[in-house]
């Protein structure tokens, strides 16, 4: 007889509430980006600078699309309120009015790190699989329950961490980046924990079953699996075995 790895949730009874926040965070234990490799020599200094320009370009994908994913999960929301709450995921990424937004400040990472900013806008020079994981990522949202696809923004709780640790190491390491190219993690130290205690309180609330319990842990592994496949794709054409794939960004590549 064949064994399954598929568990059946239904009929069994819900984790309680403080069940539920703590299986959530223990995806984040096991599973966040933080124990890559690439990002463990990124952080530590360790790259060099044609290393973190290629992260910092592939990177801008995942950027450009976290707001295209938020405007396709407002789309489906027809609570007012939820809609309010979460438009401000846009703006911080997007701008308005004086405020330029997150994606300005990660245009300021890559003019520093000499790329034109029409070649990073076009993506072109992106690793297949960054393209790939991004546009999972939006699909995910636009397909799923309402509930599991707020879920899968909760890697936003481990994000703060990671962040203080990019600031510190890379400034401390690379003599090409300064405070204000760090300007964009700077401000998710604020805005991160704001959403993420927003989101964690929708999905605690209204995955009322197992079975939606287990849909929403199970969307924070696959976030994390988007997050850990591009830096997969990052160490294995920059790092090692450095085998950069037809079309995407090379060291030396002119007209960038």
Known sequence: MTKSFISDWRGMAPLSESEFEKSIRAVGDERYHDKHQFHKLLHSGALNKDQV??????????????????????????????????????????????????????????DALGFSREYVLSRTGALPTTKFAV????????????VVAVASSLTELFAPS???????????SYNFVNDHVMSYFKRRLSQAPRDSEF?????????????????????VR???????????????????????????????????
């Open 199 to 219: 989101a964690l309180s929708f999905v605690i609330k209204n995955a009322v079953t197992r079975e939606e319990q287990q849909a929403c842990i199970n969307a």
């Open 162 to 172: 990671i962040h203080r640790e990019r600031i510190s190491g890379m400034l401390e």
């Open 222 to 256: 696959f976030k994390c699996d988007v997050l850990w496949s591009q830096l997969d794709a990052l160490h294995h054409a920059y790092v090692s075995p450095g085998l950069i794939p037809p079309g995407a960004w090379r060291p030396g590549d002119a007209n960038v």
């Open 53 to 110: 320009a290629a992260w910092a370009l592939n990177r801008y994908c995942y950027q450009e699309a976290v707001p295209r994913k938020d405007a396709a999960f407002i789309s489906r929301v027809h609570d007012r309120e939820l809609r309010r709450e979460w438009i401000n995921r846009i703006l911080d990424h997007d701008g308005y009015g004086e405020e330029t937004g997150g994606i300005e400040r990660w245009l300021v990472l890559t």
């Open 135 to 146: 546009e999972a990522y939006v699909n995910f949202v636009v397909e799923q329950p309402l």
